[in-house]
């Protein structure tokens, strides 16, 4: 018994190294190509910086507090003094290259794994050790250069419908009483490589849209057309709410703050004007009326689930504008709300917009 014990012990160790050696590689890998994203960096970091201190040069000359031939002395030595500034930093990366590749997969600035095994002994920290403990050291990896990320949004405001043939003033349902909600997730990933003012913006969300007919209405379907009629009581709510799941995608512009150390580099767009304008597409995923009335003095609640012949498929065009977080945002259905309606009809929406970053 106590042999067979020791061999599958000794299987699971050997199975279990073989992952840390694979691990291993991959942090090798990882840090290797991190230090050469660095490399890459520096030259562009030290133009950067050139560039100004030649603007602050030539405003002193404009405002002739130096010579035209002091000017030229001084950018001279700032062009020495970057591109001194470049090589050094280069071979310092190219050194701490080749001494990564020869210490293996242990980071420089991490403890190295270690495995121990025991059965009731103690291990080296003092601990009684029972099985197998192993000692991963500090691997937390940090993205140099995180081009993608992803926040929450939500989105509410008021809704309607463009009907074929009338203006939104003339619209049957009520302006303030008809609002939209979505809630998703989005992701935002750079275009360029060495700028953040394209981004992509894509992500998945829920969309609720909600219209309320004017009057005593509701909504009826008779030979498969959708109508308003007058309901038998009196209506104290009438509401008709349809449910999507899209997938938004939009070009983003804007400014950002660049920040940038010997670990990462990040691009900021806290307190940023941006805007943004795209389209979306996705499903309808259920149709809902809810009216509420009064017989003989009893409150009635119904909930009627059917599909009043919503269109199964929804796309539509989207933007978006504001500072920081907070957004105006505007979307339209180029979907019918209704299939195969004698006129029809197309939801508006127009709310806020906040990115929960």
Same mark, same amino acid.
Request: net charge positive.
């Given at each position: 018994m106590r042999t067979s014990i020791t061999y599958l012990v000794f299987v699971f160790v050997s199975l279990f190294s073989q992952q840390l050696l694979a691990q291993d590689d991959e942090t090798l890998k990882y840090k290797v190509e991190q230090l050469e994203r660095k490399k890459e960096t520096v030259a562009h970091v030290e133009r950067e910086a050139l560039k100004n201190e030649v603007e602050m040069i030539n405003k002193r000359l404009d405002n002739g507090e130096i010579s035209k031939e002091k000017s030229q002395e001084l950018k001279t030595e700032a062009a020495k003094k970057r591109a001194k500034n470049i090589g050094n930093k280069v071979a310092i990366l190219e050194n701490t290259i080749e001494l990564v590749k020869r210490k293996g997969a242990v980071d420089l600035n991490t403890d190295i794994n270690s495995i121990e095994i025991g059965f009731g002994a103690d291990d080296s920290e003092g601990d009684v050790l029972f099985g197998i403990k192993y000692n991963l050291g500090n691997q937390k990896k940090e993205i140099y250069d995180r081009r993608t990320y992803g926040d929450p949004i939500i989105a509410f405001g008021l809704n309607n419908a463009i009907i074929e043939g009338q203006s939104l003033n003339d619209s049957p349902y009520k302006i303030g009483g008809s609002r939209f909600f979505e809630i998703g997730w989005a992701w935002n990933?750079?275009?360029?490589?060495?700028?953040?003012? =394209?981004?992509?913006? $894509?992500?998945?969300?829920?969309?609720?849209? #909600? *219209?309320?007919?004017?009057?005593?209405?509701?909504?009826?379907?008779?030979?498969?057309?959708?109508?308003?009629?007058?309901?038998?009581?009196?209506?104290?709510k009438s509401k008709l709410r349809m449910d999507n799941l899209v997938f938004p995608v939009?070009?983003?512009?804007?400014?950002?703050?660049?920040?940038?150390?010997?670990?990462?580099?990040?691009?900021?767009?806290?307190?940023?004007?941006?805007?943004?304008?795209?389209?979306?597409?996705?499903?309808n995923?259920?149709?809902?009326?809810?009216?509420?009335?009064?017989?003989?003095?009893?409150?009635?609640?119904?909930? =009627?689930?059917?599909? $009043?012949?919503?269109?199964?498929?929804?796309? #539509? *065009?989207s933007a978006y504008a504001g500072f920081d977080s907070i957004l105006l945002y505007v979307k339209y259905d180029l979907n019918p709300i209704f299939q195969d309606a004698t006129v029809e009809q197309h939801n508006i929406s127009l709310g806020l917009r906040f990115d929960l970053n």
């Open positions: 990933t750079r275009i360029f490589k060495n700028s953040n003012a =394209l981004r992509l913006h $894509y992500g998945a969300s829920f969309q609720f849209n #909600g *219209l309320k007919p004017q009057g005593n209405q509701y909504f009826v379907v008779n030979d498969g057309q959708p109508e308003l009629e007058e309901f038998a009581f009196d209506l104290k939009h070009f983003e512009f804007g400014p950002s703050k660049l920040r940038q150390n010997d670990d990462t580099i990040r691009y900021f767009i806290d307190n940023q004007f941006r805007f943004g304008i795209g389209a979306y597409g996705g499903f995923l259920g149709t809902r009326q809810k009216l509420k009335y009064e017989i003989d003095g009893d409150n009635v609640k119904d909930k =009627l689930k059917r599909d $009043y012949n919503t269109t199964n498929l929804v796309y #539509g *065009l």
